[in-house]
């Protein structure tokens, strides 16, 4: 493959930010773009200079200068898109959470096989640079063993940060479409895959409680929320994300009005990533303890928009280079049962074995 053609498919909020590495990626072109809102797809096609836009996603599978699908529908439509782009040849990069259920991940990632297609499921926490760099500090030993990772998110004030139509809000509050609460089940993905990615253990236990606060007619949000859990081994280790919902409080951000921020403990030292969509002070994004002293970070890019441009980059170099691109679907299935215990446990207030949700 010497340039990668991208379908785009769903024109909705998030494709704001998952265009950027397709646009800036000189062996990549968004093509084709797909909505059921035809002049919203027409305006798209237009800004991202794409030759086609369509309404209909079998004709936008139809046309051979796509060859890889990029799915930004909601989370109820995902296997069914996945299926069919994979069905027509075409590779599939699929917005986290990639489906609702266990069963549905699984048709996709056995469509996926029969078809000989790559299947990246986009999880951009993994490549929002303040993580990566964690991550690799962690790797290079400057906290020791990673033993126990603290996230937290606080929401803030409703209509700050980015503007959200309508529609979007009501199928992410609407558990059938969702899969789950908009804040523990879809943005949760992000950070039940945050306790998996700094501390490599299996996580085997689960506890949640998940509270639901009206914010008006039909207007349901899950927090404040804690949920805990266990990393299976020798020795005891837990960690932890809480979720605060502080719908007074001014967030600053370009993007979501949410502040992210996750400690990591080491058996020698702590690492702090103060920053993710929002921005509510003006922290260093990493910080680093050890041995008696604390070491600021300010030469990472933090924007967090960033993630998203780094993992369509990534994706579209792992197809040219015949390589794996992540979150891998072994890796994803792992993050979604997560989530899907920790939704189960708050539901029948006790604690859930992940090998209870593992089918
Ligand atoms: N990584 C992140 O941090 C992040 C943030 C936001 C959203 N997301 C994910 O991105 C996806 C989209 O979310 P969003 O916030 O952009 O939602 P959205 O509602 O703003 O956009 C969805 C778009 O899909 C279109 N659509 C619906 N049905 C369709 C169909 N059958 N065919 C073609 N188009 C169809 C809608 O018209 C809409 O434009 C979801 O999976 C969501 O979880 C990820």
Not at 250 to 268: L, M, N, P, Q, W
Request: hydrophobic residues 40%.
């Amino acid at each position: 493959m010497k340039e990668v053609g991208i379908g785009m498919l769903g024109c909705g909020r998030i494709a704001d930010l998952q265009c950027l590495g397709y646009l800036e990626h000189p062996r990549a072109k968004i093509v084709a773009v797909c909505d059921v809102d035809g002049e919203l797809a027409r305006r798209r096609a237009e800004e991202w200079g794409a030759h086609r836009s369509y309404t209909d996603l079998d004709r936008m599978l139809a046309d051979p200068e796509v060859d890889a699908v990029e799915i930004l529908t909601p989370h109820h439509l995902h296997e069914d898109h996945a299926r069919a782009a994979l069905g027509a040849g075409k590779h599939v990069s699929l917005q986290k959470p990639p489906t609702r259920t266990l069963e549905e991940l699984d048709r996709v990632a056995r469509a996926a096989e029969e078809a000989g297609r790559v299947l990246r499921i986009f999880e951009n926490f993994m490549h929002y640079p303040p993580h990566v760099r964690a991550k690799q500090l962690i790797e290079e030993g400057a906290i020791g063993e990673p033993i126990s990772v603290r996230l937290k998110t606080a929401a803030g004030r409703i209509g700050d940060g980015w503007e959200i139509q309508p529609q979007t809000q009501a199928w992410r509050m609407d558990p059938e479409t969702c899969g789950g609460g908009p804040t523990t089940f879809d943005h949760g993905y992000h950070c039940y895959h945050m306790g998996q990615y700094f501390v490599p253990a299996e996580i085997d236990r689960v506890h949640a409680f998940i509270h639901w606060t009206k914010l008006g007619e039909k207007q349901w949000i899950d927090g404040p929320a804690l949920i805990s859990w266990r990393y299976a081994g020798l020795l005891p280790r837990y960690g932890s994300w809480e979720v605060i919902a502080s719908l007074g409080m001014r967030v600053r951000s370009k993007y979501y009005a949410s502040d992210d921020r996750t400690e990591i403990h080491g058996t020698e030292g702590l690492i702090w990533v103060n920053r993710c969509a929002g921005k509510l002070l003006d922290e260093p994004s990493l910080v680093l303890y050890r041995d008696g002293e604390t070491r600021a970070f300010h030469d990472i890019e933090a924007d967090w928009g960033e993630s998203f441009r780094l993992g369509g980059i990534d994706f579209v170099d792992a197809l040219l280079e015949g390589r794996t691109p992540r979150q891998t679907v072994a890796e994803a299935r792992k993050t979604l049962a997560f989530a899907l215990a920790a939704v189960r446990s708050a539901a029948e207030g006790r604690e859930v074995s992940l090998a209870e949700v593992v089918t």
